[in-house]
């Protein structure tokens, strides 16, 4: 990326600015995310958008390696790619046409198909960012193997912008595959939960899995060989396409019955949990209604439990939880980190950002 380039030199210039006054600054795109970022955005702080920043600057297809600026809607960098028949194997949320680019990579937020294609920062080659001293830095590479020196650019993958301004990224990107099947069956969660772990022992094309209500959803995808094998061996009810795809994109953009429920605002005491916990752990003893995805490694739980009792079962299961939705004033949305964490994350930060004026709020 260019340091010419008339929107990287004003985000400099607002970022040396609020260096020499130490004013806090608050990394904003659409503002997609907002609700759900670690912590929020001090009130003193100035808003710095990313917007600008917008475009595909590279793509080659044959070598299926896109790089896109930061600000680009996610909707117009997946029109781009459909053109070509690729796409985003990992499935961010496109949250109503509203996210970013940077705010998908800052989140690190995946979709459906998370636990069985990877994670956002497996998909990242490289990237370049302004930091804290407004300098710009590049990470990484524009190709499948660069294994030279740390892989800061994967490590943005999740920061949720506390390590500097996010400029543009080189994703890796996937041709859409030859066939897609999914099968349905009437399972409680623990019976899916059971099925789920063998079948991912198995040689099987296992692309994404919900379970909700007694129902289980399991989509296959690859080649139409393996598709066709592995429907006719697992057995359930063939959807249609038209009917299934709804269904992956209600789970996909966060748009499903559950969150839909949370958005109108919960019972009192009631919070929506994300558990990250160890795919083939059993069912939590946790009260509340749930949803299952990622083979059983990603359950989201609408529960009134008290929330020392939901992070110790995630524990337990060998995961931990984030309150999604439902946090009381000034209570954290994850954990602490432990001491030694803790203060590696505080290392980290302040090497990227020795001001504090990105990472101020975590």
């Known amino acids: 990326m260019d340091m010419d380039d008339d929107a990287l030199q ?3 210039a607002q970022i040396l600015d609020a260096a020499a006054t130490r004013t806090p600054l608050d990394l904003r795109g659409h503002g997609s995310k907002a609700a759900w970022r670690p912590a929020p955005a001090r009130a003193d702080a100035q808003v710095l958008d990313v917007t600008p920043l917008a475009g595909i600057s590279a793509y080659e297809p044959t070598e299926l390696v896109v790089t896109v ?29 509203r996210g970013t680019v940077g705010g998908m990579v800052a989140s690190g937020l995946a979709g459906p198909s998370r636990a069985s294609v990877g994670s956002v920062r497996d998909f990242v080659l490289g ?3 302004l930091n804290g001293r407004g300098e710009l830095l590049s990470f990484g590479g524009q190709v499948m193997k660069n294994v030279a020196g740390y892989d800061v650019s994967r490590l943005l993958a999740g920061s949720w912008g506390t390590l500097g301004v996010l400029c543009d990224v080189s994703l890796k990107v ?12 009437a399972l409680s969660a623990p019976e899916a939960l059971a099925k789920l772990t063998t079948w991912s022992r198995q040689p099987l094309p296992l692309n994404a899995s919900m379970w909700h209500e007694g129902v289980l959803l399991l989509r296959l995808s690859g080649a139409q060989a393996a598709v066709d094998a592995a429907r006719h061996s697992l057995g359930g009810e063939w959807l249609d396409d038209a009917v299934a795809g709804p269904l ?5 953009d966060r748009t499903h019955a559950l969150w839909a429920f949370a958005a109108q605002g919960l019972p009192a005491g009631h919070r929506l949990w994300r558990l990250s916990v160890a795919p083939h752990a059993p069912m939590l003893r946790l ?38 939705v439902g946090a009381a004033p000034g ?7 432990s001491p030694v964490l803790a203060r590696l994350n505080q290392q980290v930060c302040a090497s990227f950002d020795p001001h504090g004026l990105f990472h101020h709020a975590h």
């Open 10 to 12: 004003s985000l400099r």
């Open 248 to 252: 992956w994109d209600r789970l996909r």
């Open 287 to 324: 009260r509340g209604e749930g949803l299952i995805e990622w083979h059983g490694g990603q359950r989201w739980l609408l529960s009134d439990e008290p929330v020392d009792a939901v992070r110790a079962a995630a524990v337990q299961a060998g995961g931990h939880a984030e309150c999604h």
């Open 69 to 97: 600026r930061a600000g680009t809607p996610l909707a117009e960098l997946e029109a781009v790619l459909a053109e070509q028949g690729q796409f985003l194997a990992f499935e961010p949320p496109r949250l109503g046409g």
């Open 127 to 129: 990237a370049t960012m």
């Open 331 to 337: 209570e954290p949305r994850t954990a602490p980190l």
């Open 174 to 185: 996937l041709p859409r595959p030859i066939a897609t099947a999914t099968l349905r069956f």
